[in-house]
């Protein structure tokens, strides 16, 4: 078993910038794949960034790509998400989320994804 835990959320203007972490337990030797994911009310859940561990790689979703950095730290168990210029289209619960065994092309996919957070609320506004 795997836990995560977010911390970091909070409320923002557009423009200013927030750090998200994410604190993994257990068994987290086994996930290669850690990534955020992201829920606004009314849609579905979508793919924020993801880092793979075997292959040093880093993925983002269009819409944060040059704004939003993760981060991840083995030593530590923590993976983060720096988000800067931050819209208020940004605005959403996120959501930490462990796998293994993650093609490249099955990253965005939340059935990919084993374990998950409880997420941490992130407010935008103009």
């Known amino acids: 078993q795997v836990q995560l835990v977010e911390s970091g959320g909070g409320l923002a203007q557009a423009g200013d910038s927030l750090r998200l972490s994410c604190a993994a337990s257990?068994?987290?030797?086994?996930?290669?794949?850690v990534g955020w994911f992201r829920q606004a009310p009314g849609a579905e859940r979508e793919f924020v960034a993801a880092?793979?561990?075997?292959?040093?790689?880093?993925y983002y979703a269009s819409s944060v790509k040059g704004r939003f950095t993760i981060s991840r730290d083995n030593a530590e168990n923590t993976v983060s998400l720096q988000m800067n210029s931050l819209k208020p289209e940004d605005t959403a619960i996120y959501y930490c989320?462990?796998?293994?065994?993650?093609?490249?092309?099955?990253?965005?996919?939340?059935?990919?994804?084993?374990?998950w957070g409880q997420g941490t609320q992130v407010t935008v506004s103009s």
């Open positions: 989320a462990a796998g293994r065994g993650i093609a490249d092309r099955f990253i965005g996919s939340t059935t990919q994804y084993q374990y």
């Open positions: 880092h793979k561990r075997s292959v040093g790689t880093t």
């Open positions: 257990g068994r987290t030797s086994s996930m290669d794949v």
